[in-house]
């Protein structure tokens, strides 16, 4: 089992920056692939990113490619979320979400840990 707990939301203006971070517990974090979706309100839930557990190969959302950008510290059992240029359709909630393996994973069904998630609000 993997616990994961996600911090950095918060309220921003449009254009402003914030910074989300997965802390991991429980099972070696380093053979795990990682992931961020969010789930705005009256949404389903979509994927935004996802980093392989080598930290190597990132994977974006053509909403948010070019403005987010994924890392991972192994040793500390972090994962990062860095948001740059938001826009007021960023707003959701956020949610860190791992699994076994190393591959390019993009739906729900394929995470099997999730956090409890975080909210970001976008104002225009």
């Known amino acids: 089992q993997v616990q994961l707990v996600e911090s950095g939301g918060g309220l921003v203006q449009a254009g402003g920056s914030l910074r989300l971070s997965c802390a991991a517990s429980g099972r070696p974090f380093s053979s795990y692939t990682v992931g961020w979706f969010r789930q705005a309100p009256g949404k389903e839930r979509e994927f935004v990113a996802s980093i392989r557990w080598s930290g190597d190969n990132t994977y974006y959302s053509d909403s948010v490619k070019g403005r987010f950008t994924i890392s991972r510290d192994n040793a500390k059992n972090t994962v990062t979320l860095q948001m740059n240029s938001l826009k007021p359709e960023d707003t959701a909630v956020y949610y860190c979400?791992?699994?076994?393996?190393?591959?390019?994973?993009?739906?729900?069904?394929?995470?099997?840990?999730w956090g409890q998630g975080t909210q970001v609000t976008v104002s225009s």
């Open positions: 979400t791992a699994r076994m393996g190393s591959g390019y994973y993009t739906e729900i069904y394929e995470y099997a840990f």
